[in-house]
């Protein structure tokens, strides 16, 4: 089967940093996104790696590791605004994305 | 100049009613989607849209129907709703349908707002 797996819910303080891991095994790799969704919104593109390594682009950075099934989301000097959840999605050999459960996270003062 | 809209925002009805939800993109976006999120929060496809022609049709109840008068919408009819329908349904579209063309960056969806439907 095809799975996607990131932790349920993460804790940070503002102005710090956190690392939200995404691991996945589906069936072919067409790349992977990330999305941000605010609560009682609709999911925003933040991100897409279909090659191995770091793609920054602001405070938002994102890895890939295809060998290892494995993703980041990297989120630098947090912001109370960046309190969110944080979708991982992986699109399979049919062109299909899958989506993992997302990772709630809460910044605090 | 919303790309993506949806209406209505919130639905409440009783079970065994009949409803449609209406998705607009005016992007000039080839494909259009539905996905459900339910209360876990995972975001499941239920079909897509390539020029009039369904693409995806997840396994969904058949109450579910599709209908797109024109690329521009993709609108949801639901027939005898159920209580486990209840749940926030996303339109979305992209720019071409990642199946049809190969390419070296699948085109990001753009999300509509939502309808929160709730059953009774």
């Known amino acids: 089967g095809q799975n996607i797996d990131q932790p349920t819910e993460m804790t940070a303080t503002e102005g710090a940093i956190v690392q939200i891991n995404c691991t996945y095994q589906t069936s072919g790799f067409n790349g992977l996104f990330w999305y941000q969704q605010h609560a009682g919104e609709a999911p925003t593109f933040l991100s897409y790696?279909?090659l191995d390594g770091l793609e920054e682009k602001g405070r938002f950075s994102s890895f890939l590791s295809r060998s290892k099934g494995y993703s980041y989301l990297l989120l630098k000097e947090l912001q109370m605004k960046d309190s969110a959840s944080y979708l991982c999605?992986?699109?399979?050999?049919?062109?299909?994305?899958?989506w993992g459960a997302g990772t709630k996270l809460i910044i605090k003062p | 100049d919303t790309a993506v809209s949806q209406t209505p925002k919130y639905l409440v009805t009783q079970m065994g009613n009949d409803k449609s939800i209406k998705c607009e993109q005016n992007?000039?976006?080839?494909?259009m989607y539905w996905y459900k999120q339910d209360s876990k929060k995972f975001l499941k496809i239920m079909f897509s849209?390539?020029?009039?022609?369904?693409?995806i049709n997840e396994t969904v109840p058949n109450r579910f129907s599709p209908k797109s008068p024109d690329k521009a919408h993709l609108n949801l009819h639901i027939n005898s709703l159920e209580l486990g329908d209840s749940a926030v349904y996303f339109c979305a579209s992209s720019q071409d349908h990642a199946g049809v063309e190969l390419r070296i960056f699948p085109e990001t969806q753009y999300f509509g707002p939502g309808t929160r439907l709730l059953v009774l």
């Open positions: 790696n279909v």
């Open positions: 999605a992986v699109m399979d050999s049919n062109y299909q994305l899958i």
């Open positions: 849209y390539n020029n009039k022609e369904l693409i």
């Open positions: 992007l000039g976006h080839d494909t």
